[in-house]
């Protein structure tokens, strides 16, 4: 009779998701980076902007401007 022996799946379970982790990390801390190095000028160039403060500014003129037609008297 054989006897079985342990497979070490758990190991490389293990390496697997290390791996994955640290890619993760690696990745995200490129996005921040990219995301918040950027700069945009608005107007007359004096004023700089980051990305996600101009989309932050574009969405909430958006939001403004619905809500304002949404409120207009007219039926």
Do not use: C
């Amino acid at each position: 009779m054989k006897t079985h022996t342990r497979r070490p799946q758990l190991r490389r379970r293990h390496r697997r998701g290390q791996a994955m982790v640290e890619y993760s990390f690696i990745n995200w801390i490129l996005v921040v980076a990219l995301i918040t190095g950027m700069t945009v000028n608005f107007g007359s160039g004096n004023q700089k902007m980051n990305v996600i403060d101009a989309f932050l500014r574009a969405y909430q003129i958006y939001y403004d401007s619905f809500y304002f037609v949404l409120n207009l008297p007219f039926p």
